[in-house]
């Protein structure tokens, strides 16, 4: 480049402020109508109704909105269906409800009044602070404690200021151990939930609020932009800060780092440069030049707007400085990373940013790294199904008519990218629920399998029973077939008589000697010396409804029952195991239901010490 004295640059950018032109801010584009990026083919195929989520994405910028709509196609692939830039006066952001109407009336037509969509915002957030750590594989349950108590040993936070959350990225072998990758961030809640308040009031519900290095992980992980198995660097160049991020070849973000080097700090030089020649040139009745006025000549001058006649090379020696810097810190960044977190160096450097719109500068980034430098600029022209045509006016800057944060916002997805509206308490708490219906769920159909099972073995049951049932009808036939027998009906019934008559006989006889029969069991069971029975009452009328007792079930007095009287002398230490062998030979007998001490009580029978005891028995008979 041409070198130009430095008093006739100084005093031709001096005079350039004076001489009329633009005055106030830098003019900026006017709203682009949304275009459909859909080619004929994708419009046949949406005939066919098949619902498919829908994301879009929003980057809300200083003064300018940009909007990128993507669908999922048949194929699970996601196709880019729309895209639209609108720009705003800064100053109506500061009024909630006129910027609220602003956001309605550009993104709810955008939306297209859709049901699934999902809405993600990236902002400018200020304070937000990624932090990647790896460590030891802990227990689930301890994991959201022991990455917040590490992020605070880093970088400490307040809790109720701050939003804090992080995500898994999976788990590696390190020396022979296995260890999990974290990334952690925190953002500040109050101008997170300013912004969730100023979309609801435009009838907006976010999906999701997310950074801007979340947006690029978004694009390097879907291959939208490939990473070609290395690892990259991507600088952004903000107005007031600037980050540094540093990918693996995975697409996953490593590494991201907040510097103060900025634009801000490029217009300040151009500023303090042209004050000075100002101050050297008093006799010349120069007025000191203000930020605002420093601010228009940086950006007429890298938009390319200044005339062809004058030095442009000025400022790019006043810029030199801080871009210095931002090389430095591109390469003391890199070198971090290579030493403690990954042994594989960075291939590629990225850069975006409103100042790549000057190739002057790229160039001067370019000659202090000592990495291959590229522009990560994603246009409606690089659309896979995007029309190259779109109504933008005459040159507009790069940074206008790039839709990268817009396109990464709208490849997010509820369990991917870190969402600072959904923070692992709250993804907890939905995994919970998940569980709970998932239970609800498989105990309703445990119940539908029990009583589908229960239903056709009854079937089956049956059906057996009806083919046993025909075997004997086929026996029978085949035996009066073969013997010229006939079974006539007045002969069963006649046999049927006589069976119920012996049944009957069976019965009296029973009862008859039932008495007999329970007195037998008592007696042989009862078969110690120092046992005695004092009475014996068997009672064997009584309710026929309540003659069956059960062995476990408590004793009926209404049915059939025995009640035994009696003591057990000798060594009173064995009074307890006494009765308890007696009580087992009882429980033995069969026609004898459960037995039951009513009454234990030791006294003095005889002059000797005795255990008086009284036993209640069902008899467990039922005619």
Known sequence: MSRYDENSSMQWLIDKIRSGGHQGDRPLPVATPGMNSESDCARKKRLFPFKKKTTVGIELQQDCLKLVRVRQNSEHHRVITTYRTASFDPDISEREDAFSRFLKANIKPFCNSGKNIEVWLTASVRGVEIRYMRFQKIPKRRLAKTVQMMYQRKHAFD???????????????EDGVAKLEVVAYIAPRAYVESLQKIFLRAGIALTGISAYSFALQ????????????????????????SRIDIFSARGEL??????KACVSHMVEAVRDSLRQEADAQTHLGLRPMGIRQARELFFRWIYGETDSDGPPEDLLRIIAGPLERLALQIERTIDYYLFNIEKEAVQTVYLSGEIIANRSVVESIGAHLNYPLKLLEIAPAVFPTASSAEDTPENPAPERRTFTSALGMALSGITVTPNFLFTYRKKQKQVRLVRLHYLIILFFLLMMVIAAGGYYWQRYMIAQKDRQIAVLDATIERQKRKNGLYVAPALISLQLEKIKKKRE???????????????????????????????????LRGDKKKGMAQKSG??????????IEGYISGNPSAFEG???????????????????????IEKQLQGRKSLYFVIYMDILWEE
Not at 254 to 259: E, M
Not at 507 to 536: F, P
Not at 554 to 563: E, I, L, T
Request: proline share 2%; aromatic share 8%; with cysteine.
């Open 578 to 600: 006494k009765l308890t062998g007696y009580l087992g030979r009882l429980k033995r007998r069969k026609i004898l239901g459960a037995p039951m001490v009513r009454k234990k």
């Open 254 to 259: 490593r590494l991201s780092r907040n510097i």
């Open 505 to 539: 006989n069976a019965r009296a006889y029973i009862r008859k000697y039932l008495g007999l029969s329970v007195i037998g069991d008592i007696v042989e069971a009862t078969a110690d010396k120092e046992l005695r029975l004092t009475q014996l009452t068997v009672r």
């Open 159 to 173: 809790g109720k200021s701050f939003i804090f959350d992080f995500n898994v990225l999976g788990e590696v072998v």
């Open 554 to 563: 408590a004793p009926q007095d209404g049915g059939k029952s025995v009640v």
């Open 218 to 241: 978004n694009l390097f992980r879907s291959d939208f932009i490939g990473t070609h198995g290395k690892n990259i660097c991507c600088l952004h160049i903000g107005t007031d800060g």
